[in-house]
């Protein structure tokens, strides 16, 4: 649990902001192939070359850190994770509405990664196993994610793009991950420097069934992102500000009743 979370902040912070602002960004583009593989493109080279730099860095606190390198072959195995998530595009898909090929995608690596551990995680000596499967789990979704991205967008020659007015908005999105990566990550991370593994594990096993209950709930505002963008960008205000109203009624009804339930 440390490892994966400590791991994880890290991504959510290397990304400085595409995964969401790469949502808005491919939902306004999407009616035209050129520019939305023109977006993707300068997006995805910003998200390795920002996510490159956060893995080189995270590997010297590694080599560096006592508390780190105390269970190296397990951080270096969590690291991955970074690499990960900066080529799986997800903000692509996000942005075109394909939330049927998301859930299958998901449904499929993340029920084959479950059966692995069911035949293969047996007993406590098999914690780099887990961490490994966990890390696997994501990870085949990321790998997918990049294969399949030939069907919405070209590849675009490196001259052409134009990577440096993507950061400026980016780093607007950037300011609400570094916020929302301190409560959904760091907080086991900080644990597992302060106290002990064992206080990390309660705690993040623990916080790991808040975090699907509250992943039901947010996940309405997420998928009404691309369509709110695109009405937005389109000045269909009024479609907007309905969309918007009844979200808000949606999430309040289902987030009430779960939290006075949690």
Request: aromatic residues 10%.
């Amino acid at each position: 649990g440390f490892a994966i979370s400590l791991a994880s902040g890290v991504s959510a912070l290397s990304q400085v902001g595409i995964p969401i602002y790469g949502v808005r960004a491919c939902a306004r583009d999407r009616d035209s192939r050129e520019r939305l593989s023109g977006t993707a493109a300068e997006l995805f080279a910003l998200s390795i070359m920002s996510a490159a730099t956060a893995y080189l860095l995270y590997l010297a606190a590694i080599a560096l850190v006592p508390r780190l390198g105390s269970d190296r072959g397990l951080h270096i195995m969590a690291a991955a994770l970074i690499m990960l998530e900066a080529i799986g595009m997800e903000w692509l898909y996000k942005g075109l509405e394909e939330y049927a090929w998301i859930t299958r995608r998901s449904l499929i690596c993340r029920g084959a990664v479950a059966v692995l551990m069911l035949l293969f995680v047996r007993s406590e000596g098999d914690g780099l196993l887990y961490a490994g499967l966990l890390v696997l789990a994501p990870g085949l979704s990321d790998i997918w994610n990049l294969a399949r991205a030939g069907h919405y967008v070209d590849r675009v020659h490196f001259k052409k793009l134009r990577v440096l007015r993507h950061i400026r908005p980016a780093l607007t999105f950037f300011a609400m991950d570094c916020a929302t990566a301190v409560y959904t990550n760091l907080d086991t991370a900080m644990l597992g420097f302060m106290g002990s593994d064992l206080d990390a594990g309660y705690y993040h096993t623990a916080s790991r069934v808040k975090a699907v209950l509250a992943g039901i709930v947010t996940s309405l505002g997420a998928v009404l992102l691309p369509r709110a963008s695109w009405y937005a960008g389109n000045g269909r205000i009024r479609e907007f500000k309905g969309l918007i109203s009844r979200a808000l009624v949606w999430v309040l009804v289902f987030s009430v009743p779960t939290a006075v339930a949690f």
